[in-house]
């Protein structure tokens, strides 16, 4: 429901930066122009061919600077020419936020009870319950082929849910300082730290082109959010009193804190750029294998597991991820011009 109503947001906001577009340019035609007497004693308004008198002269650096649409709107402004609105001002966005954040507290409960290699796979609810949304609230096409991809997702969901260890070690501060200062986890905050540089950069010139670019920035984010949210939520359920006094669980809700304000910016671009169709299920795919990856390497959740569980782990991992692709291929890509504003 969060994406979904966020998503509406966004499209609301398209419709009026249109509207406002519309009504600017038609302003701006009817006062351009020369007016002039014919023979007849007729007033009407030249072209500008007639007024520059050759064509070829419409190279001319000023004669394009007011051709453009950018000076037309300085030049010529009207009563609509006004600041455009941005989602921080839509009151839907805000609901989108209120219900996000209800439900990431069920999320932040379930990482003290559970790896966040399985926590992380069950939020293939989110895709199941946007196949149902999407296409009441966004009118955005249901397919046979998302059927399948549902249910398909639903048994891979159950797998990875079967191959979970019976019982959760609680984490000490002590413990999570121990797996942070690991050598392991230092090259894994090399590796992504360069990635969330090159794709933050490659954002603003290539996220209109490929949903990985912002989506790829919003599962990298929430790999480090999910693992400061489960140092955080292990240790409040550990010891209450030593994990409010000690220096670590304030370091790891900072990270949380800044982690998931970026995950909204960049989900948020691409669902400006893409359906929630396509933003959805790519998130879920990219935001789990990031969260799978950094919990093996920070909290070491393979380290004893059985042959058995681990192939039931990869096993309903491939399906989930085949379920994501049924629902999110053959689909056409719908970017909004205003992506990038």
């Known amino acids: 429901f969060a994406l979904n109503i ?10 009026e930066r249109q509207e406002r577009s519309k009504r600017s340019s038609k302003g701006s035609r009817n006062g351009y122009g020369t007016t002039a007497v014919d023979g007849n004693g007729t007033g009407h308004t030249l072209p500008r061919e007639e007024l520059t008198g050759n064509t070829e002269q419409e190279t001319d650096p000023l004669t394009r600077s007011f051709n453009s649409t950018d000076s037309q709107d ?10 455009d609105p941005t989602y921080l001002r839509s009151p839907y966005w805000w609901a989108g936020i209120m219900l996000m954040t209800i439900g990431e507290t069920g999320n932040f409960l379930a990482y003290g009870f559970a790896p966040a290699s399985i926590v992380s796979p069950l939020g293939v609810v989110a ?45 000490s501060p002590h413990d999570v300082i121990g797996a942070i200062t690991a050598t392991e986890f230092e090259v894994y905050m090399g590796v992504t730290i360069l990635l969330i540089g090159v794709l933050t950069w490659a954002s603003p010139k290539y996220g209109s ?5 912002d989506l790829g920035l919003v599962g990298l984010f929430g790999g480090y959010t999910a693992l400061s949210t489960k140092g955080v939520a292990s240790m409040l359920s550990w010891t209450l ?7 670590i669980t ?4 900072a990270v949380l804190i800044g982690t998931a304000v970026m995950q909204v910016r960049y989900v948020n671009k691409a669902l400006q750029r893409f359906d929630s169709t396509q933003v959805i299920p790519v998130q879920f795919v990219l935001f789990t294998l990031s969260v799978i990856i950094g919990s093996a390497v920070l909290y070491r959740d393979f380290e004893k597991t059985t042959r058995e569980r681990a192939l039931k782990f990869v096993g309903g991992c491939l399906l989930t991820f085949f ?9 056409d890509s719908r970017n909004d011009d205003d992506g990038d504003e």
Request: net charge positive.
């Open 250 to 253: 304030y370091a790891l809700v």
């Open 241 to 247: 009193w030593m994990a409010f006094t000690t220096p």
């Open 209 to 213: 082109k490929t949903i990985l670019v």
């Open 127 to 171: 895709l199941i319950s946007n196949c149902v949304i999407a296409p009441f609230m966004l009118k955005e096409r249901f397919r046979w082929r998302d059927f399948w991809g549902v249910v398909v997702a639903v048994g891979g969901a159950v797998t990875v849910v079967l191959s979970a260890k019976q019982k959760e070690k609680k984490l």
């Open 74 to 83: 300085t030049v010529c402004p009207n009563e609509d020419h006004v600041q």
């Open 6 to 15: 966020q998503r509406y947001a966004h499209i609301r906001l398209h419709a």
């Open 323 to 331: 379920g994501v692709f049924l629902i999110t291929s053959g689909r």
